[in-house]
């Protein structure tokens, strides 16, 4: 048997151990405003002015509310949900406001200086940041590619934003009642999610990651004025560290020589099989051109598998790599790793992002009846499944579905005892919630008990579970369970006895996925438990009661007269 993965080892010695200095900082401007604000007209043509006397020490954001009278600014009404995020962030309750490098400093545009400016870009700062952006042939989407290094030591957990921006607009007729035609640094949307990217820490001076993102263009007044702007903030105390605008000139790669083991398909989440097959992407992120690399996996400390391969990938090229099955005893947690070994026949000239590691748990036991509920995202046509059996038997299939945001259970065809697999495809590839929606899917057995569910998935999920038809005795930690009355006017009665010290969470959602009722309890203690639901507010309809109780979930279909 081969040593495992010695290069694990070899990494620590050559982790990049180059001689790094702090980096210049580009500060960060994010100024509160509205085309309805008559202070915002009066200060923001002198903030502007400054801003692009300082454009190689400030890049900026302009988030519009929806606030004075009348409330009606278009660019706040193109994205409601992110302005309104940004805001909550600050905690804003008044127009014009600034913050400049998040909380290094706050006021209002008319005293920001030149003096100022200056101070906060002599601060240095421990990243370099490089955006490129792309149109897609058609003109209907923009990729955008990020890269964020490291020239200083970084402890703390971080957060990458990107905010797609119009630059500048110009209006014959002022869109607003505050007189204002010339707008600047418009945020038009922030990817992926107003949440950002997580940066994992600790990072070392020379470490690096590169992200991908992209948008279906909407609301876009002038699309020659497109850019991103992003920037490294800690949630914690919202310092920004430091932000860049983007170019449309390539990336410069930090290493010559350097290939990723970027992303594993065709893998399960829960496993009986006692094998998987592997498909593998890798990515050159080095300036020279990938031409070969050995791929080496194993499962829990088992013997080393390997695949050689050989192409051409050119700076940011990736291709999927099929490796030969791997079989393994099941256990109840377990760990594929994949490590990427010698690319081009030399040493990577930086390790860190050579190894991937995937978790996955021994399949679950059901017993009883066996249903896939759905609750779609606003593209059912994307969602499918199949159901297999140990054997690769198609034993069952599913969909494409016609009713956006609706439910579905569908009772799966099991019978005899066996290891049974999964898959719910998306045709899209952004699974069924987030940016399309709050779909999801569970599989639920015997007393509504949830085995496993999923939402925020790409182009496919796959889980396994055991069927074992005479019964597995799982332990309960509630029951009684009673919803009453459905059909329900006014109040929604929810009651059930709890064997054990949990946490208890109950939602509805509407037909469009939104939650409009939620109760968290958090930990509760055991005992009975009785909960008085007020939906008088609600409209006629169908909705969907969802119960989290510790890990196990109960869901049932409601009708609201």
Same mark, same amino acid.
């Given at each position: 048997?081969?040593?495992?993965?010695?290069?694990?080892?070899?990494?620590?010695?050559?982790?990049?151990?180059?001689?790094?200095?702090?980096?210049?900082?580009?500060?960060?401007?994010?100024?509160?405003?509205?085309?309805?604000?008559?202070? =915002?007209?009066?200060?923001?043509?002198?903030? /502007?002015?400054?801003?692009?006397?300082?454009?190689?020490?400030?890049?900026?954001?302009?988030?519009?509310?929806?606030?004075?009278?009348?409330?009606?600014?278009?660019?706040?009404?193109?994205?409601?949900?992110?302005?309104?995020?940004?805001?909550?962030?600050?905690?804003?309750?008044?127009?014009?406001?600034?913050?400049?490098?998040?909380?290094?400093?706050?006021?209002?545009?008319?005293?920001?200086?030149?003096?100022?400016?200056?101070?906060?870009?002599?601060?240095?700062?421990?990243?370099?940041?490089?955006?490129?952006?792309?149109?897609?042939?058609?003109?209907?989407?923009?990729?955008?590619?990020?890269?964020?290094?490291?020239?200083?030591?970084?402890?703390?957990?971080?957060?990458?934003?990107?905010?797609?921006?119009?630059?500048?607009?110009?209006?014959?007729?002022?869109?607003?009642?505050?007189?204002?035609?010339?707008?600047?640094?418009?945020?038009?949307?922030?990817?992926?999610?107003?949440?950002?990217?997580?940066?994992?820490?600790?990072?070392?001076?020379?470490?690096?990651?590169?992200?991908?993102?992209?948008?279906?263009?909407?609301?876009?007044?002038?699309?020659?004025?497109?850019?991103?702007?992003?920037?490294?903030?800690?949630?914690?105390?919202?310092?920004?560290?430091?932000?860049?605008?983007?170019?449309?000139?390539?990336?410069?790669?930090?290493?010559?020589?350097?290939?990723?083991?970027?992303?594993?398909?065709?893998?399960?989440?829960?496993?009986?099989?006692?094998?998987?097959?592997?498909?593998?992407? %890798?990515?050159?992120?080095?300036?020279?051109?990938?031409?070969?690399?050995?791929?080496?996996?194993?499962?829990?400390?088992?013997?080393?598998?390997?695949?050689?391969?050989?192409?051409?990938? /050119?700076?940011?090229?990736?291709?999927?790599?099929?490796?030969?099955?791997?079989?393994?005893?099941?256990?109840?947690?377990?760990?594929?790793?994949?490590?990427?070994?010698?690319?081009?026949?030399?040493?990577?000239?930086?390790?860190?992002?050579?190894?991937?590691?995937?978790?996955?748990?021994?399949?679950?036991?059901?017993?009883?009846?066996?249903?896939?509920?759905?609750?779609?995202?606003?593209?059912?046509?994307?969602?499918?499944?199949?159901?297999?059996?140990?054997?690769?038997?198609?034993?069952?299939?599913?969909?494409?579905?016609?009713?956006?945001?609706?439910?579905?259970?569908?009772?799966?065809?099991?019978?005899?005892?066996?290891?049974?697999?999964?898959?719910?495809? /998306?045709?899209?590839?952004?699974?069924? =919630? =987030?940016?399309?929606?709050?779909?999801?899917?569970?599989? %639920?057995?015997?007393?509504?008990?949830?085995?496993?569910?999923?939402?925020?998935?790409?182009?496919?999920?796959?889980?396994?579970?055991?069927?074992?038809?005479?019964?597995?005795?799982?332990?309960? %930690?509630?029951?009684?369970?009673?919803?009453?009355?459905?059909?329900?006017?006014?109040?929604?009665?929810?009651?059930?006895?709890?064997?054990?010290?949990?946490?208890?969470?109950?939602? %509805?959602?509407?037909?469009?996925?939104?939650?409009?009722?939620?109760?968290?309890?958090?930990?509760?203690?055991?005992?009975?438990?009785?909960?008085?639901?007020?939906?008088?507010?609600?409209?006629?309809?169908?909705?969907?009661?969802?119960?989290?109780?510790?890990?196990?979930?109960?869901?049932?279909?409601?009708?609201?007269?």
């Amino acid at each position: 048997m081969k040593t495992k993965f010695t290069f694990l080892i070899v990494s620590l010695a050559l982790m990049a151990s180059s001689a790094f200095a702090q980096s210049q900082r580009m500060v960060l401007a994010e100024e509160f405003t509205s085309s309805t604000c008559g202070p =915002c007209a009066t200060q923001n043509p002198a903030f /502007d002015a400054l801003l692009n006397q300082n454009l190689d020490k400030v890049v900026s954001i302009k988030y519009h509310m929806s606030w004075p009278a009348p409330g009606n600014d278009p660019f706040y009404l193109d994205n409601e949900s992110e302005n309104n995020n940004r805001r909550g962030y600050y905690g804003i309750n008044s127009v014009p406001h600034v913050h400049m490098d998040g909380s290094s400093w706050n006021g209002q545009p008319s005293q920001v200086t030149q003096s100022r400016i200056n101070n906060m870009a002599a601060v240095p700062s421990p990243f370099e940041m490089q955006i490129q952006t792309q149109l897609s042939p058609n003109q209907d989407t923009i990729y955008l590619t990020t890269l964020v290094k490291a020239t200083d030591a970084i402890t703390n957990n971080l957060v990458v934003h990107n905010v797609v921006i119009e630059k500048y607009l110009h209006f014959d007729t002022p869109p607003g009642v505050n007189g204002e035609k010339d707008f600047y640094s418009v945020m038009k949307k922030m990817l992926p999610t107003a949440s950002g990217t997580t940066l994992d820490a600790p990072m070392n001076s020379g470490d690096y990651v590169i992200m991908q993102n992209s948008w279906a263009l909407d609301y876009i007044y002038d699309i020659t004025q497109l850019a991103v702007v992003g920037f490294v903030q800690n949630n914690m105390n919202k310092e920004v560290f430091q932000a860049a605008l983007s170019s449309e000139d390539p990336l410069v790669p930090v290493y010559n020589l350097d290939a990723e083991v970027l992303d594993v398909q065709n893998v399960t989440t829960t496993n009986c099989f006692g094998s998987l097959t592997p498909e593998v992407t %890798i990515r050159n992120n080095g300036q020279e051109t990938l031409t070969s690399m050995t791929i080496e996996y194993y499962v829990n400390g088992g013997d080393v598998q390997s695949t050689d391969w050989t192409g051409n990938l /050119d700076f940011l090229g990736t291709e999927i790599v099929q490796l030969d099955e791997i079989l393994f005893d099941v256990l109840d947690t377990n760990n594929l790793q994949i490590a990427g070994l010698n690319p081009n026949g030399m040493t990577d000239d930086y390790t860190p992002n050579n190894t991937l590691n995937h978790e996955f748990t021994q399949a679950p036991s059901l017993s009883g009846g066996v249903n896939l509920f759905m609750l779609f995202d606003n593209e059912p046509s994307e969602t499918t499944w199949e159901l297999f059996s140990s054997a690769g038997e198609l034993i069952q299939s599913g969909g494409p579905y016609d009713t956006p945001g609706g439910m579905k259970i569908e009772p799966l065809s099991v019978s005899a005892m066996d290891c049974y697999e999964l898959i719910m495809y /998306d045709a899209g590839g952004n699974g069924m =919630c =987030c940016d399309n929606g709050n779909g999801y899917y569970a599989v %639920i057995y015997g007393n509504n008990q949830t085995a496993f569910e999923g939402s925020d998935f790409t182009d496919l999920d796959r889980n396994q579970f055991n069927f074992d038809p005479v019964g597995i005795g799982e332990k309960a %930690i509630f029951n009684e369970m009673s919803v009453f009355p459905n059909p329900v006017t006014d109040v929604l009665n929810v009651s059930f006895n709890l064997f054990e010290n949990s946490s208890v969470e109950i939602r %509805i959602y509407d037909l469009l996925g939104k939650a409009v009722y939620e109760n968290t309890e958090g930990l509760s203690q055991s005992g009975k438990k009785d909960f008085a639901l007020n939906l008088n507010d609600f409209e006629p309809g169908v909705y969907l009661l969802k119960m989290n109780i510790g890990e196990k979930t109960y869901v049932e279909k409601l009708s609201v007269r």
